[in-house]
């Protein structure tokens, strides 16, 4: 058991730093009203482990923090990550509905981070718009290419997983 328990923090700190890295790395695009963060494509990892829910969670706090974000959006911003992590999981199933819930969620909470925190003055449609355009490069390709490129040493990388190939 205590086995288990060990991969699953070492499995959770290294995908958080992994996200801390990124969105740091690609700081430019990682941050404001039209955004693509690269560090968002990990959070197609919990098809493969739970262990990434935990890690993208604190991922995105430290790189809010680290970024400079305002409180708001520490908070929010990372429940964002939170809520598209969690349901990833629960669809895990299906690997073509991994990238589906964290688009879904940023799209419909960073826009409302962005208008009332930040008072970015665009139309809450259009930053749904734009954070969404970001999030379906983010998740839904990058994050789809390395669903696919970790789906053929799954075992390996993350040992057994109740994830299925669909």
């Keep these: 058991m205590k086995n288990k328990s060990t991969m699953f923090l070492v499995q959770a700190a290294a995908i958080g730093a992994i996200y801390v890295v990124l969105t740091l790395l690609f700081a430019p695009l990682s941050y404001g009203e039209v955004q693509i963060r690269f560090s968002e494509a990990l959070t197609i990892l919990p098809y493969f482990t739970p262990a990434a829910i935990p890690g993208l969670f604190v991922g995105c706090i430290l790189s809010n923090l680290l970024g400079g974000a305002i409180p708001v959006d520490i908070v929010f911003g990372s429940v964002a990550t939170l809520i598209g992590a969690v349901f990833t999981y629960k669809l895990r199933?299906?690997?073509?509905?991994?990238?589906?819930?964290?688009?879904?969620?940023?799209t419909l909470i960073v826009p409302f981070v962005l208008y009332y925190g930040y008072g970015v003055n665009l139309p809450i449609p259009l930053m749904m718009l734009t954070v969404g355009a970001g999030e379906v490069i983010s998740c839904g390709v990058f994050g789809m290419i390395i669903l696919?490129?970790?789906s053929k040493t799954r075992v390996s990388i993350f040992g057994k997983t109740n994830c299925s190939e669909s």
């Design 148 to 150: 696919t490129a970790l």
């Design 93 to 106: 199933s299906n690997k073509w509905l991994a990238p589906v819930p964290p688009i879904v969620a940023n």
